[in-house]
Protein backbone atom coordinates (compact mmCIF):
# COMPACT_ATOMS: atom_id res chain seq x y z
CA UNK A 1 0.00 0.00 0.00
CA UNK A 2 1.43 3.27 -0.44
CA UNK A 3 1.13 5.20 2.53
CA UNK A 4 0.87 9.01 2.59
CA UNK A 5 0.73 11.26 5.91
CA UNK A 6 -1.99 13.73 6.91
CA UNK A 7 0.60 16.56 8.05
CA UNK A 8 4.24 17.34 7.66
CA UNK A 9 5.07 16.56 11.55
CA UNK A 10 3.37 12.82 11.09
CA UNK A 11 5.63 12.12 8.26
CA UNK A 12 8.95 13.55 9.99
CA UNK A 13 8.37 11.65 13.27
CA UNK A 14 8.25 8.41 10.86
CA UNK A 15 11.45 9.00 9.11
CA UNK A 16 13.10 10.45 12.23
CA UNK A 17 12.80 8.57 15.39
CA UNK A 18 14.27 10.68 17.41
CA UNK A 19 11.41 13.10 16.65
CA UNK A 20 9.03 10.44 17.13
CA UNK A 21 10.28 9.58 20.68
CA UNK A 22 10.50 12.91 21.78
CA UNK A 23 6.76 13.32 21.04
CA UNK A 24 5.30 9.88 22.40
CA UNK A 25 7.90 8.45 23.99
CA UNK A 26 10.49 5.26 23.28
CA UNK A 27 7.83 2.34 22.51
CA UNK A 28 4.56 4.26 21.16
CA UNK A 29 7.24 5.82 18.61
CA UNK A 30 8.90 2.72 18.04
CA UNK A 31 5.47 1.01 17.40
CA UNK A 32 4.06 3.76 15.41
CA UNK A 33 7.41 3.21 12.89
CA UNK A 34 6.50 -0.17 13.16
CA UNK A 35 3.01 -0.27 12.47
CA UNK A 36 3.72 1.88 9.05
CA UNK A 37 5.82 -0.03 7.80
CA UNK A 38 3.51 -3.18 7.92
CA UNK A 39 0.91 -0.97 6.27
CA UNK A 40 3.45 0.28 3.24
CA UNK A 41 4.32 -3.49 3.01
CA UNK A 42 0.32 -4.81 3.28
CA UNK A 43 -1.47 -5.93 0.53
CA UNK A 44 -4.82 -5.37 1.23
CA UNK A 45 -7.07 -4.20 4.79
CA UNK A 46 -7.58 -7.82 4.57
CA UNK A 47 -3.59 -9.20 5.21
CA UNK A 48 -3.63 -6.31 8.05
CA UNK A 49 -7.28 -7.48 9.71
CA UNK A 50 -5.34 -10.80 9.43
CA UNK A 51 -2.61 -10.03 11.84
CA UNK A 52 -3.70 -10.65 15.31
CA UNK A 53 -1.09 -8.21 16.88
CA UNK A 54 -2.34 -4.84 14.98
CA UNK A 55 -5.85 -5.36 15.84
CA UNK A 56 -6.99 -3.51 13.25
CA UNK A 57 -10.47 -2.03 13.36
CA UNK A 58 -13.07 0.01 11.27
CA UNK A 59 -14.06 2.67 13.37
CA UNK A 60 -17.69 3.86 13.49
CA UNK A 61 -19.53 7.19 14.53
CA UNK A 62 -18.17 10.01 12.42
CA UNK A 63 -15.11 8.21 11.73
CA UNK A 64 -16.64 5.36 10.07
CA UNK A 65 -14.69 6.07 7.47
CA UNK A 66 -11.85 4.99 8.94
CA UNK A 67 -9.23 2.20 10.49
CA UNK A 68 -7.29 1.85 13.72
CA UNK A 69 -4.99 -0.29 14.52
CA UNK A 70 -3.01 -0.57 18.21
CA UNK A 71 0.14 0.73 19.12
CA UNK A 72 -0.06 0.83 22.77
CA UNK A 73 -2.30 0.44 25.64
CA UNK A 74 -3.32 3.67 25.01
CA UNK A 75 -2.26 4.91 21.55
CA UNK A 76 -3.80 3.81 18.24
CA UNK A 77 -2.81 4.78 14.57
CA UNK A 78 -5.67 5.64 12.74
CA UNK A 79 -5.54 5.46 9.09
CA UNK A 80 -7.65 6.24 5.95
CA UNK A 81 -8.08 4.13 2.88
CA UNK A 82 -8.16 5.74 -0.77
CA UNK A 83 -8.57 3.99 -3.86
CA UNK A 84 -8.52 -0.07 -3.75
Known amino acids: MKVTFRTRKLERE ?5 VAIKAYGAQPA ?8 IIKHARNIEEL ?7 CHPLKGKR ?14 IFTLQGE
Open 14 to 18: YLKSA
Open 30 to 37: RKYIQRIN
Open 49 to 55: VSLPGLR
Open 64 to 77: ADQIAVNLTGYYRL
